[in-house]
């Protein structure tokens, strides 16, 4: 029977109840999963029940195997399902943190294609966009993750349209940059569906004092981060962190920034107590250490990536300010 040949009471009693029907949502564990990215991610919903004194939404947790799943922070969740049996979903999340980069089964990429096809809306929480390009779920479609891993995304799939945004919401696509972003993400996705007022009270129901719009930056303002206000500076730091693998000279920046070289020097001091080419290198060493902890990357990738002529050059540099070689850092990230 096709829909015209429903009588219109009994379509209007159809459409009701599929309006009140609670959406049923799915979040895929990845492990190493972050806490605070799945708790932003449902919270919410549990809020939104609550203040709206209905059962809008419904959630239940999926791994691949169905046997209990580790977090960043060590805790194990048991969830609902495996993979093998998950119910009908509205929506299917993908929550997943550090140790991604060699992520690949094609059990869950399967598992998340057929809910694609099933005209599911799929979604990427942190690096679980990185999870959904993998499964060939991105393709054409504007998408963001946590600004750690924006490098390693477009790189690995260089015709994706990667943002910088705090969340985006695409048709039946949906990613998020992870940590609280999750909570603007699903209170965006509330108001759409619900309304905004109660969005707002959800949103205050976590001392959440503004839901911020998907185009905001996902990092701090210079200003806040480093305590300083001097555009020139701030200028500057951008140029610095911009500019990781090719790093750009000092006269350079000063230039850049509207400075002379010699009070360049002398305001930076003033303000971070290091000569601007240390902070400099502290940067590089910093997005060294990142990929060396988080990544399979050979030391002399690492090195190329983070603007060192070898991987002796990095080790000399890295040894000098972590007291530990490159090696003796990857050793260490891997026993944990």
Same mark, same amino acid.
Do not use: N
């Given at each position: 029977m096709n829909a015209s040949d429903i009588p219109p009471l009994a379509r209007a009693v159809k459409l009701a109840r599929e309006e009140t029907k609670p959406q049923r949502m799915g979040f895929f564990l990845v492990p190493h999963f972050s806490m605070m990215a799945l708790s932003s991610v449902t919270e919410p919903l549990r809020a939104a029940n609550r203040v709206s004194g209905k059962e809008l939404y419904s959630w239940h947790l999926i791994s691949a195997d169905g046997e209990p799943v580790s977090s960043s922070s060590g805790f194990a969740l048991l969830p609902d399902f495996a993979i093998t049996s998950s119910p009908e979903l509205s929506h299917v999340f993908v929550v997943a943190s550090i140790g991604v980069s060699n992520y690949r089964n094609a059990q869950v990429f399967e598992f998340l294609r057929r809910y694609a096809a099933k005209g599911s809306t799929l979604g990427g929480i942190s690096l679980?966009?990185? #999870? *959904?390009?993998?499964?060939?779920? *991105?393709?054409?479609?504007?998408?963001?993750?946590?600004? +750690?891993?924006? &490098? +390693? *995304?477009?790189?690995?799939?260089?015709? *994706?349209?990667? !943002?910088?945004?705090?969340?985006? #919401?695409?048709?039946?696509?949906?990613?998020? !940059?992870?940590?609280?972003?999750? #909570?603007?993400?699903?209170?965006?996705? #509330?108001?759409?569906?619900?309304?905004?007022?109660?969005?707002? +009270?959800?949103?205050?129901?976590?001392?959440?004092?503004?839901?911020?719009?998907?185009?905001? !930056?996902? &990092?701090?303002?210079?200003q806040w981060r480093y305590g300083v206000e001097d555009r020139r500076i701030v200028h500057a730091v951008t140029l610095m962190e911009q500019n990781i693998e090719r790093p750009i000279p000092m006269k350079t920046i000063a230039a850049l920034a509207g400075i002379s070289p010699r009070t360049f020097e002398r305001m930076w001091i003033k303000h971070f107590n290091v000569r601007p080419s240390q902070f400099y290198l502290e940067l590089r060493l910093k997005a060294a250490q990142k990929l060396i902890r988080e990544s399979s990357l050979s030391l002399l990738d690492v090195a190329m990536q983070c603007g060192f002529a070898s991987a002796s050059h990095l080790g000399r540099c890295y040894k000098q300010f972590f007291a530990k070689t490159p090696g003796q850092e990857r050793a260490a990230s891997d026993a944990r």
């Open positions: 679980g966009t990185m #999870i *959904l390009a993998r499964a060939g779920l *991105l393709d054409k479609r504007r998408c963001t993750i946590h600004w +750690e891993a924006l &490098k +390693e *995304l477009a790189d690995e799939f260089p015709t *994706l349209d990667v !943002s910088r945004d705090l969340y985006c #919401i695409e048709g039946d696509r949906m990613t998020c !940059s992870g940590g609280t972003a999750a #909570i603007d993400m699903m209170l965006d996705l #509330i108001a759409r569906q619900h309304g905004h007022q109660l969005a707002a +009270e959800v949103a205050d129901q976590f001392i959440h004092t503004r839901m911020r719009t998907a185009q905001e !930056s996902q &990092k701090m303002a210079i």
